[in-house]
């Protein structure tokens, strides 16, 4: 049988805001265990609460750039379940009325856009951390209280892929707004999933199990791969498929069933009573949508527009907001008409450089200017493309400027007529069976001649001018 | 007379006047303590001999119940779970009293353990006794602060009140107690028993030293999101006012089956008084009223299920020794709450399991609506409404432990002003015949603790109900 998955994700997304979200502890992660922490984060017996308005603020920028509505009554809650980490043995989240709802994002996936829905964007606190040693436990609470976002998706996601291509796109986006460092590895965007697989053309939702502890995009796209083959072979087996909690096993590269009771969980959500319900004013809304910076969509769309750039091209400028800066300011100082020039400089050579060297674009260090006059060389044919390429490498290693480089390499084209004779008279000579399969019609013949031109010019020979000569010699003969 | 007899305004004035030395003070109230307290208990954690008068900062000391924190001084809520637990910062209340040159009492206030009950005998150092009558209770939850106001162990002291601690203890022994409005008073470092009804309040000799202990500790507090941003009257502009035309409500449902004929009597003599003094009296209608004991023990309970999850040995107070994390978070809690507490901790914790949210907790929130509803529709005509404190004068010392349900209704009359988050005050009115004080209750609208005042202040200079001292 054929089977569709579904997959549903659940983002958490630490906000760096300078303090705590309900206290006043500065955020910093590079401090000792339990430095960054106050009586409130603590938990300490009589102190409360009071919410942080920058992480208000940042919730808000993040539900508006997802096109959440966002609720004007809000409240905390609290979800009440006993771990060491967690200091009042409760966290402040969100429940029944989240801060926002209902909104969507648009991923690129398969060379199709693909609109995904948002369910929820809420507010919470974080927990601490847990250290583990032989003989010992330890918890640090410095992270205890970072103010969290929690971004849920609609079931909309079908493929391993498409997940894997939403979370590129949110990174993305949150990148643009400036609110979280959305790096998996060092916790500051969590993602677990929710997957299960229904028969083609089915409308009912299978069995779900939900997969955690994947540290990377890839590890939760391996982990979605591994879970679709899994449930496929229950499935196909007749086996019964149980709700479960599966943790992810990188090194092993298998999902592993946690074999806890799940469907007892019962976290006894009820508004905190320390934290009045709050409304959230149209005005305040309407502020920050008016100060949201340009997202990758409109920004592609512009690009598209002013630049000229074709969807693909504009697509890959923005799909790095630094990256989309340096392009942006490269492609208006170039002062060439066909900025499709520059663009391509850039999603090409320069790109391939950058992410060789698994940097971005402005990292490369490369000098607009030279990057701008080594393109110049390039269009009035005074080096080939295939030099102008080796030229980019150098620059980047030795930070010459690129007339320099090709100065001392001798890079230079030729282009003089009368010395590229000489050399074709001599290939013309060594190559009599590829100038009778030329006469004779094949046209591969030219290319192979121009080809041994180039040899022997050491690459230096202006290929074209090399192919005109050749073509003028053996049709005039 | 001695200088731990008078108020604290006499006191303020001589200490102005220099006619005595805030040490002096000091003296005379241990004293007094170190000859009754082995009677009486009214504090936690007391040792013979080892009061020492020496190094108190400020002038008057204060009586601070054993669930408020002081930073450096031990802060227990009277529970096992908190032993030794000595908070690194003051509640808002103590930092303000420090501000205005007010001392904080070094021995904390007797409880029951998390201000769970009605006769303070809920505490893990065993049970407050009524100085009126040493074989009852002095009630609860602040019967230590109650019992030490009476027994002129304290000056003057704070307690807080979920359900009625303040004002049914200061009812049972014989003081001045006042609930300030939800959001009056900051509730930061009011170690939680219910979040939305917890209010700290003074429990004082008389009415003006209640007027100026809520003065000070009361204000917006930026730490307190539950606390409210108004216009704060200096009270002690109540005082001596005349009471000439105010309506006074009288709500039937107060006066039925279960409340002591005895104390029924009294405070239809105390209406009476008032309306000597120029009040007018007329019976109004409360008609949630038989829902506030229901649902209260479902808020409270829910809420404190939750706030007392911390409690857990990881981080501070007590630990049980045990193999694994669940067996620790089990032996400690087993040992360190007392019986009280783990039934109420057991009741939240019901009412808000999924599947009974719904039926429990929401329908009491609901039901809470309406009692505040009812205060809200008789308030458009009255200026207050007058009631018992309680039900009863002072219970026998184990009348009612084996009873919870009992133990509970003893705040009948108290619950509803919590629930609806309307100020109230307990003044004494009169005693039964076998001598225990009995309280007279006096309620009014959100923020008008100026009437409450007013009306408890003219009551007072026109009796001597607050001048008869317990024999100890």
Same mark, same amino acid.
């Given at each position: 049988?054929?089977?569709?998955?579904?997959?549903?994700?659940?983002?958490?997304?630490?906000?760096?805001?300078?303090?705590?979200?309900?206290?006043?502890?500065?955020?910093?992660?590079?401090?000792?265990?339990?430095?960054?922490?106050?009586?409130?984060?603590?938990?300490?017996?009589?102190?409360?609460?009071?919410?942080?308005?920058?992480?208000?603020? #940042? +919730?808000?920028?993040?539900?508006?750039?997802?096109?959440?509505?966002?609720?004007?009554?809000?409240?905390?809650?609290?979800?009440?379940?006993?771990?060491?980490? =967690?200091?009042?043995?409760?966290?402040?989240?969100?429940?029944?009325?989240?801060?926002?709802?209902?909104?969507?994002?648009?991923?690129?996936?398969?060379?199709?856009?693909?609109?995904?829905?948002?369910?929820?964007?809420?507010?919470?606190?974080?927990?601490?951390?847990?250290?583990?040693?032989?003989?010992?436990?330890?918890?640090?609470?410095?992270?205890?209280?970072?103010?969290?976002?929690?971004?849920?998706?609609?079931?909309? =996601?079908?493929?391993?892929?498409?997940?894997?291509?939403? =979370?590129?796109?949110?990174?993305?986006?949150?990148?643009?707004?400036?609110?979280?460092?959305?790096?998996?590895?060092?916790?500051?965007?969590?993602?677990? +999933?929710?997957?299960?697989?229904?028969?083609?053309?089915?409308?009912?939702?299978?069995?779900?199990?939900?997969?955690?502890?994947?540290?990377?995009?890839?590890?939760?796209?391996?982990?979605?791969?591994?879970?679709?083959?899994?449930?496929?072979?229950?499935?196909?087996?007749?086996? +019964?498929?149980?709700?479960?909690?599966?943790?992810?096993? +990188?090194?092993?590269?298998?999902?592993?069933?946690?074999?806890?009771?799940?469907?007892?969980?019962?976290?006894?959500?009820?508004?905190?009573?320390?934290?009045?319900?709050?409304?959230?004013?149209?005005?305040?809304?309407?502020?920050?949508?008016?100060?949201?910076?340009?997202?990758?969509?409109?920004?592609?769309?512009?690009f598209?527009?002013d630049y000229g750039l074709s969807?693909?091209d504009?697509?890959i400028l923005? #799909?790095?907001?630094?990256n989309?800066q340096f392009a942006e300011e490269c492609i208006r100082k170039y002062p060439g008409k066909d900025k499709k020039n520059m663009a391509n400089w850039l999603i090409g050579p320069m790109l391939s450089e950058a992410?060789?060297?698994?940097?971005?674009l402005h990292e490369l260090n490369v000098n607009m200017e030279d990057l701008i006059s080594l393109i110049g060389f390039v269009e009035n044919q005074s080096i080939s493309h295939l030099s102008a390429k080796l030229v980019l490498t150098q620059m980047i290693d030795s930070q010459k400027p690129a007339e320099l480089i090709i100065r001392e390499n001798n890079m230079l084209q030729i282009s003089d007529t009368?010395e590229l004779?000489?050399?074709?008279?001599?290939?013309?000579?060594?190559?009599?069976?590829?100038?009778?399969?030329?006469?004779?019609?094949?046209?591969?013949?030219?290319?192979?001649?121009?080809?041994?031109?180039m040899?022997?010019s050491a690459g230096k020979a202006n290929p074209k001018i090399v192919g005109e000569?050749?073509?003028?010699?053996?049709?005039?003969? | 007379?001695?200088?731990?007899?008078?108020?604290?305004?006499?006191?303020?004035?001589?200490?102005?006047?220099?006619?005595?030395?805030?040490?002096?003070?000091?003296?005379?109230?241990?004293?007094?303590?170190?000859?009754?307290?082995?009677?009486?208990?009214?504090?936690?954690?007391?040792?013979?001999?080892?009061?020492?008068?020496?190094?108190? /900062?400020?002038?008057?000391?204060?009586?601070?119940?054993?669930?408020?924190?002081?930073?450096?001084?031990?802060?227990?809520?009277?529970?096992?779970?908190?032993?030794?637990?000595?908070?690194?910062?003051?509640?808002?209340?103590?930092?303000?009293?420090?501000?205005?040159?007010?001392?904080?009492?070094?021995?904390?206030?007797?409880?029951?353990?998390? /201000?769970?009950?009605?006769?303070?005998?809920?505490?893990?150092?065993?049970?407050?006794?009524?100085?009126?009558?040493?074989?009852?209770?002095?009630?609860?939850?602040?019967?230590?602060?109650?019992?030490?106001?009476?027994?002129?162990?304290?000056?003057?002291?704070?307690?807080?009140?979920?359900?009625?601690?303040?004002?049914?203890?200061?009812?049972?022994?014989?003081?001045?107690?006042?609930?300030?409005?939800?959001?009056?008073?900051?509730?930061?470092?009011?170690?939680?028993?219910?979040?939305?009804?917890?209010?700290?309040?003074?429990?004082?000799?008389?009415?003006?030293?209640?007027?100026?202990?809520?003065?000070?500790?009361?204000?917006?507090?930026?730490?307190?999101?539950?606390?409210?941003?108004?216009?704060?009257?200096?009270?002690?502009?109540?005082?001596?006012?005349?009471?000439?035309?105010?309506?006074?409500?009288?709500?039937?449902?107060?006066?039925?089956?279960?409340?002591?004929?005895?104390?029924?009597?009294?405070?239809?003599?105390?209406?009476?008084?008032?309306?000597?003094?120029?009040?007018?009296?007329?019976?109004?209608?409360?008609?949630?009223?038989?829902?506030?004991?229901?649902?209260?023990?479902?808020?409270?309970?829910?809420?404190?299920?939750?706030?007392?999850?911390?409690?857990?040995?990881?981080?501070?107070?007590?630990?049980?020794?045990?193999?694994?994390?669940?067996?620790?978070?089990?032996?400690?809690?087993?040992?360190?709450?007392?019986?009280?507490?783990?039934?109420?901790?057991?009741?939240?914790?019901?009412?808000?399991?999924?599947?009974?949210?719904?039926?429990?907790?929401?329908?009491?929130?609901?039901?809470?609506?309406?009692?505040?509803?009812?205060?809200?529709?008789?308030?458009?005509?009255?200026?207050?409404?007058?009631?018992?404190?309680?039900?009863?004068?002072?219970?026998?010392?184990?009348?009612?432990?084996?009873?919870?349900?009992?133990?509970?209704?003893?705040?009948?009359?108290?619950?509803?002003?919590?629930?609806?988050?309307?100020?109230?005050?307990?003044?004494?009115?009169?005693?039964?015949?076998?001598?225990?004080?009995?309280?007279?209750?006096?309620?009014?609208?959100?923020?008008?603790?100026?009437?409450?005042?007013?009306?408890?202040?003219?009551?007072?200079?026109?009796?001597?109900?607050?001048?008869?001292?317990?024999?100890?």
């Open positions: 049988m054929r089977y569709q998955t579904v997959i549903g994700l659940e983002v958490h997304l630490q906000l760096k805001t300078k303090t705590k979200a309900f206290c006043g502890c500065a955020i910093d992660f590079g401090k000792t265990p339990n430095s960054g922490v106050c009586p409130v984060c603590l938990g300490f017996p009589g102190t409360l609460p009071v919410y942080n308005k920058e992480a208000l603020n #940042s +919730a808000i920028k993040v539900a508006l750039a997802f096109s959440c509505q966002i609720q004007e009554h809000t409240k905390f809650d609290r979800k009440n379940y006993f771990y060491p980490d =967690l200091p009042k043995n409760y966290q402040i989240s969100q429940f029944d009325l989240p801060l926002s709802r209902h909104g969507y994002l648009d991923i690129f996936s398969d060379n199709k856009t693909k609109r995904i829905g948002i369910t929820r964007v809420h507010l919470e606190e974080d927990a601490g951390k847990l250290i583990h040693e032989s003989n010992a436990s330890m918890v640090d609470f410095n992270r205890a209280g970072v103010p969290l976002l929690e971004i849920v998706s609609e079931p909309d =996601l079908n493929s391993p892929q498409e997940a894997f291509d939403y =979370l590129t796109s949110l990174k993305n986006i949150i990148e643009y707004l400036d609110v979280s460092d959305c790096d998996m590895e060092k916790g500051s965007l969590r993602c677990d +999933a929710n997957i299960s697989l229904r028969p083609e053309g089915s409308k009912e939702l299978g069995v779900k199990a939900e997969l955690k502890n994947m540290n990377s995009f890839k590890g939760v796209k391996d982990a979605l791969v591994f879970e679709v083959d899994r449930q496929a072979a229950l499935l196909e087996a007749g086996q +019964a498929m149980v709700q479960e909690t599966r943790l992810w096993d +990188a090194e092993n590269g298998e999902t592993v069933s946690m074999r806890n009771k799940e469907g007892a969980k019962d976290y006894r959500y009820f508004p905190d009573p320390d934290l009045t319900v709050f409304i959230i004013e149209q005005t305040m809304v309407s502020r920050i949508k008016s100060q949201l910076p340009e997202l990758p969509h409109d920004k592609m769309r512009r598209m527009r969807e693909y504009a697509k923005v #799909s790095s907001k630094k989309a992410n060789s060297r698994k940097v971005e009368a004779e000489q050399v074709i008279s001599g290939v013309i000579r060594e190559n009599e069976k590829s100038v009778t399969s030329f006469r004779a019609g094949k046209t591969n013949a030219l290319m192979f001649l121009v080809g041994q031109v040899k022997k000569l050749i073509k003028r010699r053996l049709t005039d003969a | 007379m001695e200088l731990n007899q008078l108020t604290a305004h006499e006191l303020l004035d001589k200490l102005r006047s220099k006619q005595v030395a805030s040490g002096q003070i000091l003296d005379s109230l241990y004293a007094r303590i170190e000859a009754v307290e082995p009677k009486v208990k009214a504090y936690a954690r007391f040792k013979p001999g080892n009061t020492q008068a020496n190094g108190l /900062a400020g002038l008057l000391p204060v009586t601070v119940k054993d669930n408020i924190c002081t930073e450096g001084l031990n802060t227990e809520c009277c529970s096992k779970i908190l032993c030794g637990f000595r908070p690194p910062y003051d509640a808002t209340v103590i930092s303000k009293l420090k501000k205005s040159g007010n001392a904080i009492f070094p021995l904390k206030a007797n409880m029951d353990e998390f /201000a769970f009950g009605s006769s303070t005998e809920n505490s893990s150092f065993g049970p407050t006794h009524n100085p009126w009558n040493l074989e009852c209770v002095p009630g609860g939850s602040s019967g230590g602060s109650a019992a030490a106001v009476a027994s002129d162990e304290a000056i003057w002291a704070l307690g807080s009140d979920t359900g009625g601690s303040i004002r049914q203890p200061a009812s049972f022994c014989g003081v001045v107690g006042l609930k300030p409005t939800y959001g009056r008073v900051s509730r930061f470092g009011l170690i939680a028993f219910a979040s939305s009804l917890d209010q700290i309040g003074p429990i004082t000799k008389d009415v003006e030293d209640a007027a100026i202990l809520a003065r000070i500790i009361s204000g917006y507090d930026p730490n307190d999101s539950t606390s409210v941003n108004q216009d704060l009257p200096d009270y002690t502009d109540s005082l001596g006012k005349d009471i000439k035309g105010v309506k006074i409500g009288i709500p039937k449902e107060y006066f039925i089956e279960g409340l002591d004929p005895e104390v029924k009597l009294v405070i239809e003599e105390a209406i009476k008084k008032l309306e000597s003094l120029g009040a007018v009296s007329k019976q109004v209608s409360l008609p949630h009223t038989q829902y506030a004991v229901p649902v209260y023990y479902i808020v409270a309970t829910a809420e404190a299920s939750s706030n007392l999850a911390r409690f857990d040995g990881v981080q501070y107070g007590y630990r049980a020794k045990s193999d694994s994390l669940i067996q620790m978070y089990k032996k400690t809690r087993a040992e360190g709450f007392g019986e009280e507490a783990k039934r109420r901790i057991i009741l939240g914790t019901f009412a808000l399991s999924h599947g009974y949210y719904d039926a429990y907790y929401l329908r009491a929130l609901k039901v809470r609506t309406l009692i505040k509803n009812d205060f809200d529709a008789v308030f458009k005509d009255f200026d207050c409404i007058i009631t018992p404190t309680s039900p009863t004068p002072a219970f026998k010392i184990g009348e009612k432990t084996a009873d919870p349900l009992q133990m509970y209704l003893s705040d009948i009359y108290t619950i509803s002003v919590n629930l609806a988050g309307i100020p109230a005050i307990s003044i004494p009115c009169g005693f039964s015949k076998s001598g225990l004080p009995i309280g007279l209750q006096i309620m009014a609208k959100p923020f008008n603790e100026g009437m409450l005042f007013r009306l408890a202040h003219a009551f007072e200079q026109s009796t001597q109900w607050h001048k008869v001292k317990p024999r100890l």
